[in-house]
């Protein structure tokens, strides 16, 4: 087994425990998605896995690695609106870590799976259940939260199909295998390249 170290033409950006939650969270999310209402036990097990590893991303957000943190990646509205007027002219730079546009998907990614978790224990709780029995979440009516958790279930899967798209088309643009970068945990190296 070889061991990468950093080379002229590689660097290493994604830590082991940002790809492990990155590929935890697809197999959860989708699991979850696919036992919604065959198999509930399933379902909810998959979705407090999800919880947990949004729980872990928000900490590690704060104090993980370089390009683990939100304050390395996230960018202001305009930012993103010019990162995207560039990928209409074909005229991306690379960045080392998220570009905007990924930043903003994976803000709205955190966001809506926060609201999936919470308006699912939030079901649970009005049964007298989870987490959140006892609390003022086992007050809400459980088919309304149901309707907002499904709503954000489906919101979700849209943002996935987008953020796939844009990986891809990404990847064609900077000529870097997004994929494979979160697999290893390596980018290309380019003289011109952002890193803030």
């Given at each position: 087994m070889s061991t990468q170290i950093n080379t002229p033409d590689t660097v290493k950006v994604w830590d082991p425990l940002v790809r492990l939650f990155h590929w935890s969270l697809v197999l959860s999310f989708f699991l979850a998605f696919i036992t919604e209402?065959?198999?509930i036990n399933l379902h909810v097990a998959a979705g407090y896995s999800v919880a947990m590893l949004i729980g872990f991303r928000l900490v590690w957000g704060l104090m993980?690695?370089?390009y683990a943190r939100f304050t390395q990646f996230i960018?202001?509205?305009s930012q993103v609106l010019l990162?995207?007027?560039k990928m209409?002219?074909?005229d991306v730079p690379h960045y080392i870590g998220h570009n905007p546009a990924a930043a903003a998907m994976i803000i709205s990614l955190l966001v809506?799976?926060?609201l999936i978790s919470i308006t699912g224990m939030a079901i649970i709780a009005a049964?007298?259940?989870g987490p959140l029995a006892g609390t003022f979440f086992a007050g809400f009516n459980a088919e309304r939260m149901e309707d907002i958790h499904e709503f954000f279930a489906n919101f979700t899967m849209l943002l996935v199909l987008f953020h796939v798209a844009g990986v891809f088309i990404s990847s064609m643009m900077e000529g870097e295998n997004l994929v494979r970068?979160?697999?290893t945990g390596r980018k290309k190296y380019r003289s011109e390249i952002i890193d803030k």
């Amino acid at each position: 087994m070889s061991t990468q170290i950093n080379t002229p033409d590689t660097v290493k950006v994604w830590d082991p425990l940002v790809r492990l939650f990155h590929w935890s969270l697809v197999l959860s999310f989708f699991l979850a998605f696919i036992t919604e209402d065959d198999w509930i036990n399933l379902h909810v097990a998959a979705g407090y896995s999800v919880a947990m590893l949004i729980g872990f991303r928000l900490v590690w957000g704060l104090m993980g690695t370089r390009y683990a943190r939100f304050t390395q990646f996230i960018k202001s509205p305009s930012q993103v609106l010019l990162y995207l007027k560039k990928m209409l002219t074909f005229d991306v730079p690379h960045y080392i870590g998220h570009n905007p546009a990924a930043a903003a998907m994976i803000i709205s990614l955190l966001v809506s799976i926060t609201l999936i978790s919470i308006t699912g224990m939030a079901i649970i709780a009005a049964e007298g259940q989870g987490p959140l029995a006892g609390t003022f979440f086992a007050g809400f009516n459980a088919e309304r939260m149901e309707d907002i958790h499904e709503f954000f279930a489906n919101f979700t899967m849209l943002l996935v199909l987008f953020h796939v798209a844009g990986v891809f088309i990404s990847s064609m643009m900077e000529g870097e295998n997004l994929v494979r970068a979160m697999v290893t945990g390596r980018k290309k190296y380019r003289s011109e390249i952002i890193d803030k």
